[in-house]
């Protein structure tokens, strides 16, 4: 079993390069398009600046960089054996149409968060929007990240509103409302919404809040350490090794049965 690591340089990835040495596995390499920030990686890391030659030399590539890399990661992977881990957030949907493609090629573990309690705050968030309807309870979702992420709201956040949404029976699209401001009027009936807070060193908070007039239910998910992504994007990176092309999810991953 052979590893890479797309955006082997950045916060997610310099853990990755652990979590993957920490489970046996070999290091096959990574990406970078700036090998001069390669210091503190391990002395005989292979660094590529081409995905595509990565996963020539990998069976699973783990991918956390920016949303721009993504379409033509997913060309390269198509292309290659190697299965794709994708962690990164702030996809357009033109992106996440790449992603589909890719993996009917290739076997993708597509997460926003690869963490087993955002898992699983995703499949009670659905439960939720299934059980507690909409013209009752308001569904709103808060997520505070570090100063230096680059995407507005979080994909967690987003997929905890898909979650909600599909509970509902709606597209998130035509219900969701993120960052009001100025005379924006009354809250719509039904709507999902979204606000996104920036801050110091925050790894990632998100709550989801659902209030009536006379009740208010939360879920909380608290990441004390950016490790938790890393040591789930690396089990999902073992579980998927050898399965056949197709888009998989985190809580496939876990084994969660279907709802
Ligand atoms: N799914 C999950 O569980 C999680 C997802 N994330 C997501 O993963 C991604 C990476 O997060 P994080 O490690 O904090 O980010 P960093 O900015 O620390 O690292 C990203 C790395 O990607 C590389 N990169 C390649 N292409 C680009 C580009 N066009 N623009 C910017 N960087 C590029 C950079 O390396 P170089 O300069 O060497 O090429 C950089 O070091 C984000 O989308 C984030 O939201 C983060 C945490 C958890
Ligand atoms: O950029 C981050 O840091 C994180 N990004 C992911 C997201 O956008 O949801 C996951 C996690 O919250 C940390």
Not at 49 to 78: G, K, P, Q, S, W
Not at 216 to 231: K, M, N, P, V
């Amino acid at each position: 079993m052979r590893i890479g690591i797309a955006g082997i340089t950045g916060r997610v990835g310099r853990l990755l390069v652990e979590e993957v040495q920490a489970a046996g596995v070999a290091l096959a390499g990574g990406t970078t398009r700036t090998p001069d920030r390669a210091a503190g990686l391990p002395p005989a890391c292979p660094l590529f600046d081409d995905i595509a030659a990565l996963a020539e030399v990998c069976d699973v590539v783990i991918d956390f960089t920016h949303a721009d890399t993504v379409v033509a990661n997913a060309r390269a992977l198509a292309g290659t054996k190697a299965a794709w881990v994708l962690g990164t957030t702030g996809l357009s949907a033109q992106q996440n149409e790449s992603v589909l493609k890719a993996a009917e090629h290739v076997a993708v573990v597509h997460a926003a968060n690869f963490s087993p309690g955002v898992t699983l705050v995703q499949r009670l968030a659905r439960m939720m929007g299934q059980a507690l309807p909409a013209q009752v309870y308001d569904a709103e979702i808060v997520e505070m990240h570090h100063r230096q992420k680059v995407d507005a709201p979080s994909g967690t956040a987003l997929a905890i509103g898909q979650a909600v949404a599909l509970g509902r029976g709606v597209d998130l699209d035509a219900v969701r409302e993120s960052g009001r401001d100025g005379h924006t009027g009354p809250r719509r009936e039904g709507a999902i919404g979204f606000a996104a807070l920036r801050g110091g060193q925050i790894v990632g908070e998100h709550d989801v809040l659902f209030t009536s007039a006379d009740e208010q239910i939360t879920l909380s998910h608290r990441a004390f350490d950016r490790r938790i992504f890393a040591t789930g994007a690396v089990r999902a990176a073992l579980w998927v090794k050898g399965r056949e092309a197709g888009l998989y999810s985190m809580e496939d991953v876990l084994g969660l049965p279907p709802l």
